[in-house]
């Protein structure tokens, strides 16, 4: 069995972030062929529900670059790569310092996320939180009512680029955690800091759904930072055109924009499905 691992945002997504008709046709086509599909993505559960409805995602699922896989035939998580106690602190503290607001988010049970914060003092901080609790559903708190006993699955920020990298450069010198940042949605001239356990990565996550569907090959689909430690674990690697460049040079082709369908033309030829 080849099992094909999906990237979201600026691979299988478009632009506006949506699966399009062609991308949502070739997906069913996958399904009706026997094809197995899964993701792995940056975002959270919440973030994605929403987008994988309805499109055939019944295989286990990796969150968060492989800091959770998410069962959902059984609606539970497992492989979970947690953050303790002292390395929120240190993470909180290092933020504070550059005048950030660190993101604190939790799982809680089987099916829930939360996301914990100081005072907010921005509007691009504003408007994050207010996408994570209004839209996406997340319950939101204050970072003083985080519990002791909370599992802490990454901590976010957004802000100036030199405050980002400060942050980032402390975390470089932490033996258990890895940061990512990149150029903010939100406003163009501030960056996005997310920060998990170093044992998360989208790499390890490729091992674990391989391990969990029996998969004998795996093909895989990324575009950022991120797809990197996926690239060095699957047996085929694409990169679509809007890919980071350097991922464009570990992939094993580079394939079609995703704003042109590229993935989805691709898998029709690659597992010669109707055009």
């Given at each position: ?11 299988l997504l478009n632009s ?120 996406r559903g997340l319950s ?136």
């Amino acid at each position: 069995m080849e099992l094909v691992v999906f990237d979201l945002d600026g691979t299988l997504l478009n632009s506006q972030s949506v699966i399009s008709d062609y991308t949502r046709d070739t997906l069913q086509l996958l399904t009706d062929n026997g094809i197995a599909y899964t993701v792995a993505t940056g975002r959270t559960l919440h973030a994605s529900r929403d987008i994988l409805t309805g499109h055939g995602f019944a295989l286990p699922q990796a969150f968060k670059n492989g800091v959770v896989i998410w069962h959902p035939e059984h609606e539970r998580f497992s492989h979970r790569n947690i953050l303790t106690t002292h390395e929120l602190g240190a993470v909180v503290s290092a933020c504070m310092t550059q005048g950030l607001a660190p993101l604190v988010f939790t799982i809680d049970g089987d099916r829930e996320h939360s996301v914990y914060h100081p005072p907010l003092r921005t509007r691009a901080e504003k408007y994050v939180v207010t996408e994570y609790s209004v839209r996406r559903g997340l319950s939101a708190y204050p970072l003083g009512d985080i519990p002791d006993n909370a599992q802490i699955s990454n901590i976010s920020a957004i802000g100036e680029g030199d405050l980002i990298k400060a942050v980032i450069r402390f975390v470089d010198n932490e033996p258990h955690l890895v940061a990512y940042s990149g150029v903010a949605m939100e406003d163009q001239n501030l960056h996005w800091l997310d920060i998990h356990h170093s044992d998360a990565s989208k790499g390890g996550a490729i091992a674990t759904l391989r391990e969990l569907t029996g998969a004998k090959r795996v093909v895989c689909f990324g575009d950022s930072d991120k797809a990197a430690s996926m690239f060095a674990t699957a047996d085929e690697s694409y990169a679509p055109e809007n890919a980071k460049q350097h991922i464009k040079e570990l992939a094993s082709a580079v394939i079609g924009h995703h704003d042109e369908d590229g993935i989805a033309r691709f898998l029709r030829e690659r597992f010669n499905l109707p055009a």
